[in-house]
């Protein structure tokens, strides 16, 4: 089946900070990739995707490249902030326009920066 | 103002009794989703539903129960027959043609007593 694996958290870190958040993935076919973002007592907000094989999606000064050789695509960040602080979870969909079976998602990992 | 709406926030329930979790939209999304978030566990996928008037099973939807009557709205029951209902519920949505990118609402913390 289809499976998601990120690291485990809490990831505490300095202001201005190098972030690395490592996700890899098991699918049957071609998977999008996703990372969303939960702040405190909210639903989840897409942070960033790659539909496809060495795409790379940024948004907000995050970034993660699709790498299908090794089956991840890791969350980055150059220089973290105190309001980056939140729950970040990588997903999958097999969907392409057509099924629209729902997304298959990481157990999260919990970022804290630290002022 | 376009979103996806879910009431109330917080939801107290006794043991033993049904309880329905609203979702709403004004996206003219036609595909809709329920989520359930547990601490440590990610999202696992309850119910979907690509159109009006059909649904879907996820990957948990023993003790579940949804309706798709129209589209703006995918209410979510929880029946006395969900063995450990007490979570958060999450509803989203997406466009027919991109249903891999989904769109969250807020969440409906429940907690049965």
């Known amino acids: 089946g289809n499976s998601v694996t990120q690291m485990e958290g809490p990831v505490t870190l300095s202001e201005e900070a190098f972030l690395t958040i490592n996700c890899t993935y098991t699918a049957t076919g071609y998977p999008s990739l996703f990372w969303y973002v939960q702040y405190p007592g909210e639903g989840l907000q897409l942070l960033l995707k790659?539909?496809?094989?060495?795409d790379k999606g940024s948004n907000k000064g995050f970034e993660a490249t699709y790498r299908k050789e090794t089956t991840s695509f890791h969350l980055e960040k150059g220089s973290v902030q105190v309001s980056d602080s939140a729950v970040y979870f990588c997903a999958l969909s097999l969907n392409s326009g057509g099924g629209a079976d729902g997304l298959t998602f990481g157990k999260g990992t919990h970022l804290i920066i630290q002022p | 103002d376009g979103g996806i709406t879910q009431s109330p926030k917080y939801l107290f329930r006794k043991e033993g009794q049904n309880v329905t979790l609203s979702c709403e939209q004004n996206?003219?999304?036609?595909?809709m989703y329920w989520y359930r978030q547990d601490p440590g566990q990610g999202l696992r996928l309850i119910y979907y539903?690509?159109?009006?008037?059909?649904?879907q099973k996820g990957d948990i939807a023993e003790g579940y129960s949804v309706s798709r009557e129209k589209k703006e709205s995918f209410p979510l029951t929880v029946t006395s027959a969900q063995k450990n209902p007490t979570a958060f519920y999450l509803c989203a949505t997406a466009t027919a043609w991109s249903t891999d990118t989904q769109y969250f609402g807020p969440g409906t913390r429940l907690t049965v007593l």
């Open positions: 996206l003219n999304h036609d595909a």
């Open positions: 790659a539909t496809k094989a060495d």
């Open positions: 539903s690509q159109i009006v008037n059909d649904f």
